[in-house]
């Protein structure tokens, strides 16, 4: 009889927890989207962004977020400079996983949007429990560096603060939320509901970016927004950051590329690399540094053709990469000449 009882209170639980999971699916796209909670945020999508420079390229969907909240204080800012003033464009990086490696750019994580909106001019504010940080765990020591405002919570989200943020004005990031799995924006709030931007609608079947869902459990994926400080560094600055890489992107191109030799596999070859050429390019272009633009315009061409490989095929092609790279490497030791006239 005991045991017949306790299989009814476990079932009783189940199906409330499945009613309750069941009503936010089904209600999640039949709340209204109520004119007075839009901040009239424009919407950046990496993939339409990228496509613009000739390779649509997704991944960057957190790039394309801070894109979204940057313009709400400066609509001049575009998605490009954005990845261009993380400060990294020109680097190369890659490291093991799995037993083979991974390409990218120098710290190719999300970190590079704290970087880049810090360089802009505008100071990072984030907000992280301390139990789950999805992968994140770094962000502490990078808002450290950069000055910004950080706090991890524990068990109970600061939601009020979230709102009191919305409420003046400032639109919210984050790494989730109920809304979207993915990097999206909070652009507004009512008792029930957030209200949100994501960078790809096509995500979640849809051609609106603009969704909204119960507010739930709330916000309990890292949280981020920014506030202008002024301090945006300058064009020369930025030159010099990125001139700080050159030598040991080339050192580390040439390890990588004498390490397939040896019969490393390639697992990932991040579409990051060719992009950030190509955004280098544009800036060098807009800075007057024409041989440097010409120059890293040549290494986009030479990258084009690994950008359009994936796994889990890319190590068939790994001669193809090598022959890619070295011609990249030469390039690239060709432009030293024009780094050392930066100063």
Not at 217 to 242: A, C, E, R
Not at 259 to 273: C, M, R, T
Request: glycine share 8%; hydrophobic share 35%.
């Amino acid at each position: 009889m005991i045991k017949k009882i306790k299989i009814y209170l476990v079932s009783c639980i189940v199906l409330i927890i499945l009613a309750v999971f069941g009503y936010f699916y089904l209600t999640k796209n039949n709340y209204s989207y109520p004119a007075e909670y839009k901040m009239n945020l424009t919407h950046i999508s990496d993939i339409a962004e990228t496509a613009k420079s000739g390779k649509a390229a997704g991944g960057n969907c957190y790039l394309a977020t801070t894109a979204m909240l940057l313009k709400h204080f400066d609509p001049a800012i575009e998605f490009w400079k954005v990845f261009v003033y993380q400060g990294n464009a020109v680097s190369f990086s890659y490291y093991w996983s799995n037993g083979g490696t991974k390409a990218n750019l120098a710290d190719g994580s999300t970190d590079i949007l704290l970087t880049a909106a810090s360089n802009l001019g505008y100071k990072p504010h984030v907000r992280m429990n301390k139990f789950v940080n999805g992968g994140m765990g770094t962000w502490r020591d990078k808002i450290k560096e950069l000055g910004g405002d950080f706090s991890y919570y524990y068990f109970f989200q600061p939601m009020d603060e979230y709102k009191s943020v919305i409420a003046s004005g400032m639109p919210l990031g984050t790494s989730g939320s109920p809304c979207h799995d993915d990097f999206n924006v909070i652009e507004g709030y009512s008792e029930k509901e957030l209200f949100a931007i994501i960078p790809d609608p096509s995500d979640v079947k849809r051609t609106d970016p603009k969704i909204n869902c119960p507010i739930g459990l709330g916000l309990t994926h890292t949280v981020f927004w920014f506030t202008p400080d002024g301090n945006k560094i300058s064009g020369k600055d930025l030159m010099l950051k990125m001139k700080s890489t050159v030598n040991e992107s080339l050192e580390v191109m040439e390890r990588y590329i004498k390490n397939l030799k040896e019969g490393a596999d390639v697992i990932e070859f991040s579409q990051k690399i060719y992009l950030g050429r190509e955004f280098a390019s544009m800036y060098f272009q807009e800075q007057g540094y024409s041989e440097l633009a010409a120059g890293y315009k040549k290494s986009t061409g030479l990258l084009l053709p690994l950008a359009n490989i994936y796994p889990p095929d890319i190590n068939k092609h790994k001669d193809e990469i090598i022959s890619q790279m070295e011609k990249v490497l030469e390039n690239e030791k060709s432009l030293i000449k024009y780094w050392e006239a930066v100063n």
